[in-house]
């Protein structure tokens, strides 16, 4: 599994972890109101334990959406960081303009 996920990865990132990614707070608010927080059940606030990540990440040309976010464990979390850092350190920065959509 984590082979596939890093192949993939490889082949999709056309940014590096380097380059500096405009998150978006309401894209935020919006994933959370739709799938409210696994530990706690709200909308709004903390999740102990949980993090909103990007399935496909920002760097590699993902969408900063509630359709490519989902909930991950923190443990999880590290482990997929570390898999996308190592995959994407090698690729050239592409500018981040916050103004245009993704």
């Given at each position: 599994?984590?082979?596939?996920?890093?192949?993939?990865?490889?082949?999709?990132?056309?940014?590096?972890?380097?380059?500096?990614?405009?998150?978006?707070?309401?894209?935020?608010?919006?994933?959370?109101?739709?799938?409210?927080?696994?530990?706690?059940?709200?909308?709004?606030?903390?999740?102990?334990?949980?993090?909103?990540?990007?399935?496909?990440?920002?760097?590699?040309?993902?969408?900063?959406?509630?359709?490519?976010?989902?909930?991950?464990s923190v443990?999880d979390a590290?482990?997929?960081?570390?898999?996308?850092?190592?995959?994407?350190?090698?690729?050239?920065?592409?500018?981040?303009?916050?103004?245009e959509p993704?």
């Open positions: 599994m984590r082979c596939a996920l890093a192949i993939s990865l490889l082949l999709l990132c056309p940014l590096s972890f380097s380059a500096r990614i405009h998150r978006s707070s309401s894209a935020r608010h919006r994933f959370m109101h739709l799938y409210p927080c696994p530990s706690t059940g709200k909308k709004t606030g903390a999740c102990p334990g949980w993090v909103i990540d990007h399935r496909v990440p920002l760097s590699c040309g993902g969408a900063d959406a509630p359709s490519n976010m989902n909930w991950q443990a590290k482990s997929k960081d570390r898999w996308e850092r190592l995959l994407c350190r090698h690729v050239e920065p592409e500018p981040n303009d916050p103004s993704r």
